[in-house]
Structures are given as structure tokens and as C-alpha cells.
């Protein structure tokens, strides 16, 4: 197959549009606009054959939209999405990967919040039963990411004698 057959294929052209798409992350909202608008109209043109090209393309569009544009862009731009989509099945079926997604969203910020709130608990108890506690220990602490870790110290936090008395290092579980 020569190169200008294989660029005609399919998934070539849709994967150019996703890269043209992706030119203008750090571009001005009109121009990423544009791009989005342009890149879904050939999206939407991908037949039955090719749902899981179409799937995997506004999966990208929409991480894109997420990961790479400013936060109060995000819903303008997921909107401009989805009301480029026109045949009624996919619409029911991006609204549901963009629900999906939003759940999943959602769901690490808060348990991002649960930890740093379990961080924070760890610290005032320190803090009230020891009065000084030292930076590299602060340090230790508020880069733990595990919430079953976390727990054990606040428990060990409050029957310990002395800071040397906690396990830091979690040797023993």
C-alpha cells in the first residue's frame, strides 16, 4: 500500500483529527472550539463498522477536555461535544462515558480529600500529644497515600509514649 492510501485509511484520518485536536490544547478557547467541532464532525462520520474507533476517539476528546484545558473550560467544552453528536444512540452512549467519567472524577477527589483529611488528623493529634514534631516526620506523613496506613498511625499516635514508640517505616504490618 503506498503512503497516500494508507493516509486515507480510516483510522489515520480520525487519529489526524484527534492530533489536530490535540495542537491546540494550548491554545486560545476559540481555537480549541473549533478544533473540537471539526474534529467530532468526522468522527461522526465513522460508520457502525468502526463504533470502537468512534468510542475511543470521544474518550480521548473528552480526557483531553479534562486533563488539558483550564478547569472553567471543561463544562463548555464537554457541552460542545455532545451537541455535535446528532445520531440519538451515540448521544445516549457519550452521555453515559461522559457520566462514567465524571463519577470518576468525582470519586478521586474525594477520597484525595479523605486522605489529606486522615494527613491533617494524623498531624493535629501529633502535634496536641507531642507539642513539637519534627519536619521530617511532617514530611513523612503528608506523603503517605494509603488510608489503611494512615489509620494504623493516628491508632499508634494515641497509645504511643514518644514519637521513637511509632513505627514510622511500618515494619511491623
Not at 3 to 24: A, E, H, I, N
Not at 126 to 141: A, D, G, K, M, Q
Request: glycine letters at 2%.
Amino acid at each position: 500500500m503506498d503512503c497516500w492510501k494508507l493516509l486515507q485509511t480510516t483510522w489515520l484520518t480520525t487519529f489526524g483529527w484527534l492530533l489536530s485536536v490535540l495542537q491546540k490544547e494550548q491554545s486560545n478557547k476559540e481555537e480549541m472550539r473549533t478544533a473540537l467541532i471539526e474534529a467530532v464532525a468526522h468522527i461522526n462520520t465513522l460508520d457502525e463498522e468502526k463504533i470502537q474507533q468512534w468510542r475511543r476517539a470521544i474518550f480521548y476528546l473528552y480526557l483531553l477536555i479534562l486533563h488539558r484545558r483550564p478547569v472553567e473550560e471543561h463544562d463548555e467544552l464537554q457541552t460542545l461535544v455532545q451537541q455535535q453528536i446528532q445520531e440519538t444512540s451515540r448521544r445516549e452512549e457519550e452521555a453515559a462515558m461522559a457520566q462514567t467519567m465524571a463519577e470518576h472524577l468525582i470519586e478521586q477527589g474525594e477520597k484525595r480529600g479523605e486522605t489529606q483529611a486522615k494527613r491533617e488528623a494524623v498531624l493535629k493529634l501529633l502535634h496536641l500529644r507531642f507539642h513539637s514534631v519534627p519536619e521530617s516526620i511532617t514530611n513523612r506523613i503528608t506523603s503517605i497515600r494509603s488510608l489503611s496506613r494512615l489509620d494504623s498511625l493516628f491508632e499508634k499516635a494515641v497509645t504511643a509514649q514518644t514519637l521513637d514508640d511509632i513505627d514510622w517505616e511500618d515494619r511491623k504490618n
